[in-house]
């Protein structure tokens, strides 16, 4: 069940296993407190990076898109957490609405979408596809790999209500990340839930907000737990107007890089850390890998190819890209069969409900993993492997290595609660 | 995993499992609008019995004694669950104290203490253990056959709180279940959290009142299925005044072994079920199978020997037994390597989170399991097979029959809270 990892996990991760175990009830506690103030995100991916001498978050997705990669063994996990989600929402709730990626014929993700609609059946609704896609104008099947069919079928929209013909659901959720903007059909919905809410989309979502929110509570946790912060989380600057076929936004972009590997690099020679330092140049709204490029001298920066212009200027449904995140590289450590890994953790409401590897054997430790190649291991997150082991030599336990991932994840899911909270354009502001 | 069941299973059973699964949405619903209103026990365990033309509860304990009976792979699940009970009861909580049962060195309860204590660490408390023993005035080791050990701690009560040394707990969860009468340091407890209540133990409890709440909330809930609600319910009788050493009240026992009787051939003869009914006579306080008896002739009762009379006079902690359920037997028609079993279906809050057989090849199909020769097999609640698998033939999957039984477990839950609430001495009456 534990793939097989070769790490080399020494010296602080180790010693922040150990402090992380340590403080199981602390921080427990602490997340109770914050869960008693903030609401989580629905349901929440985080990528993690583990380098041996530093654990980190590097992207935090609100609409996670592969929960078929958990085993059927996490599935009861993923149900109890989705039971008590919707009984927060909306317990009298019959019907949910789910919003999935349009003119997508991708059939891993067609997967995830039968596997949040069977996790949302089992928590006791009634499920139905429906699509933002006005192409789609009667219900269509799809067709699974495994031989099962989806049907999608067009909204219906009432003056106040989102739905489908002869379906109402008190709950939509969206797994659509709307980096085509926001839909005019969505807008205005006032008595349904609409989940997650539309500013959690791409139109509106920035990394660097998030990273921003991120960092606070890095600190904040870092003092519960006596330790510096860094060894949790990944620096990072942004540029806001950058036009990478015209060339604007260089110096921007160039100087940042340069003063962020100079942090990086101090914070190395602090530890004693003899590798050479990285950065992660990405859009600052996006996803799916596109846009993603590393840089190891800010000279590259300012020499691009024609080519990484290109494969720079545009991300998914051919939005351009004008905001930057100049995020800290954070290598990974762990491999699979010799392919670099990297942990993906899944969350519905506050509970970790499971996680796999992602791996690219055609990717360096440096390098973006979520690119074509990718393949996925799932993580022993579930049976009793998630639960941590007290007394184990740290670094050498799987389940306490996944329980502190747990919690770095679930702090990246707090985050994205004040990162939400934040940008809320409907907030009620006291002053 | 899932245990070989040789099991007959045709007719009405498979129709009521049909029935539920095609229905989840609206048991899921119907589940999540009941705890809208009322508040699930803080864990339950329930005995059930599936007699193939019928499947019922037959105990339901609110002090569940066989958390080590269930899977490691089971735990994740409990552990959701504990957080999720927290939460809602004291989430600012640092500290639990756990009090369990006086005086026993049975070394599978003591398995279960530290599965509990376990199980409360992971969700993010402090345990610690109080003993109601006044003869454990110091902190004293316990050890368990895995070589662990168990500390148990001298209570310290002070005017509003109950403790230990150096050790104020927010919530004070009972594993005991207050056979032996209401201790006077648990009284007037206003500041703290006491689970489950007091009057939850069998001191003030009684089996009547909790199947007299059943019986409602099965004829409620077969009304959303559209069934007989006999399917599910098991018919009952009380006796109060019943002394067996002396003899009292054994017209009482007669009389409505006979009316009982006659009301179940009734119905073994609508369903064409060509078994002879039977009773079980048992205290109506009480538990760890003490004091309970198979009574197929009402003569039976009228002519006792000396044995039986001594057998059921007295239950745990050398109580007298002197009110009486008598309750329809339910035959079991599973079996595990030809000895007969029961399902035992554990959960936490509202949670189902595991379960297991008892199993006994030292009794009939018509007798008490909960008996020495007992043995415990965990069933494949947990993993994938807790889901229940749609289109699978009724009958013929494991997954689905598990289902089933977590549902009518849930249904006594849901009766344990309407007992609860119905015999809460504190209760504020509105008129």
Same mark, same amino acid.
């Given at each position: ?48 990076? &583990? ?43 019959? &019907? ?71 379906f109402d659901p008190c709950t939509i959720l969206l797994n659509n990340d709307l980096s085509a903007g926001l839909p005019e059909v969505l807008s205005d919905v006032h008595q349904q839930y609409l989940l997650p809410p539309l500013h959690a989309g791409w139109?509106?979502?920035?990394k660097t907000k998030h990273f921003a929110a991120y960092e606070e509570l890095a600190k904040k946790f870092a003092k519960l737990l006596g330790m510096d912060p860094w060894l949790i989380n990944p620096l990072f600057a942004h540029c806001g107007e950058v ?12 100087? &940042? ?75 990974? +450590? ?11 953790? +899944?969350?519905?409401?506050? +509970? ?7 791996? &690219? ?43 502190? +991932?747990g919690v770095i994840a679930r702090l990246a899911m707090v985050a994205a609660s004040y990162e939400l909270e934040a940008t809320d354009p409907d907030a009620e502001v006291y002053e």
């Amino acid at each position: 069940m534990v793939p097989h990892l070769i790490t080399a996990l020494t010296g602080p991760i180790n010693e922040l296993e150990q402090r992380i175990l340590e403080s199981l009830p602390a921080i427990e506690r602490w997340f109770r407190l914050e869960w008693m103030e903030h609401t989580p995100p629905f349901y929440t991916s985080v990528d993690l990076r &583990n380098a041996g001498f530093k654990l980190a978050p590097v992207d935090t997705n609100l609409f996670p898109g592969g929960f078929n990669n958990l085993t059927p063994e996490m599935l009861p996990l993923a149900v109890q957490a989705a039971m008590a989600a919707i009984e927060k929402i909306c317990p009298e709730a019959k &019907n949910l609405l789910l919003i999935p990626e349009s003119h997508t014929r991708n059939s891993f993700y067609l997967l995830n979408v039968a596997r949040l609609v069977e996790i949302f059946h089992q928590a006791g609704l009634n499920v139905r596809l429906g699509s933002l896609d006005p192409a789609v104008t009667a219900p269509t099947p799809i067709a699974l790999p495994d031989g099962s069919s989806l049907t999608i079928e067009p909204l219906v929209r009432t003056r106040g209500r989102i739905g489908l013909k002869g379906f109402d659901p008190c709950t939509i959720l969206l797994n659509n990340d709307l980096s085509a903007g926001l839909p005019e059909v969505l807008s205005d919905v006032h008595q349904q839930y609409l989940l997650p809410p539309l500013h959690a989309g791409w139109a509106v979502r920035r990394k660097t907000k998030h990273f921003a929110a991120y960092e606070e509570l890095a600190k904040k946790f870092a003092k519960l737990l006596g330790m510096d912060p860094w060894l949790i989380n990944p620096l990072f600057a942004h540029c806001g107007e950058v036009n990478f076929t015209e060339g604007a936004g260089a110096d921007c972009l160039a100087s &940042n890089a340069e003063t962020l590997l100079a942090k990086i690099r101090r914070k190395y020679k602090e530890y004693g850390i003899q590798e050479k330092p990285f950065l992660i140049v990405k859009a600052d709204a996006g996803t799916y890998g596109m846009g993603i490029m590393t840089v190891r001298d800010p000279k590259e920066l300012a020499d691009l190819s024609r080519r990484t212009r290109n494969k720079m200027s545009v991300i998914k449904d051919g939005q351009e890209v004008s905001e930057v995140i100049l995020q800290e590289g954070v290598p990974t +450590y762990e491999r699979i069969n010799e392919a670099a890994a990297e942990p993906v953790v +899944y969350m519905i409401d506050r +509970y970790v409900v499971g996680g796999f590897y992602r791996v &690219n054997a055609e990717r360096g430790v440096d390098e973006n993993l979520n690119a074509p190649g990718a393949s996925f291991v799932p993580l022993a997150f579930a049976g009793s492997n998630q639960l941590p082991k007290p007394g184990a030599k740290p670094g050498a336990s799987a389940p306490n290595r996944f329980y502190m +991932y747990g919690v770095i994840a679930r702090l990246a899911m707090v985050a994205a609660s004040y990162e939400l909270e934040a940008t809320d354009p409907d907030a009620e502001v006291y002053e």
